[in-house]
């Protein structure tokens, strides 16, 4: 099973960017799917999760309201719509799986890049 993150860029505060994770494989062993970021100096943080069997999410206060969580099952894909992006919103974002609400996550895709600027 593999995950494939795409659709960072530079973006001007104020901005949107929609994030793409491309699954491949048996993904639908792993319920919940995620999304973390990096920025630099700082330890991964998480942003928000999904899963794939009910509509339930979760978000990070830091992204409530901007932020945006979904999947669509028949393209094994997740995304992440991010409007009135911030520059403290500058990271590589991640996305990854878990089995379920008990495990941790330890199916990670390649990061993206997203630069939000003043």
């Known amino acids: 099973v593999q995950l494939q993150a795409s659709g960072g860029g530079l973006v001007q505060a104020g901005g949107s960017l929609r994030l793409s994770c491309a699954a491949s494989?048996?993904?639908?062993?792993?319920?919940?799917m995620g999304w973390f970021r990096q920025a630099p100096g700082k330890e991964r943080e998480f942003v928000a999760e999904v899963k794939w069997t009910d509509e339930s999410t979760s978000y990070a206060d830091s992204v409530k309201g901007r932020f945006t969580i979904s999947r669509n099952n028949a393209e094994k894909t997740m995304y992440l719509q991010m409007d009135s992006l911030k520059p403290e919103d500058t990271a590589i974002y991640y996305c990854a799986a878990r089995y379920n609400n008990l495990a941790k996550y330890n199916l990670w895709g390649q990061g993206t890049q997203v630069t939000v600027s003043s």
């Open positions: 494989g048996r993904i639908f062993r792993y319920n919940n």
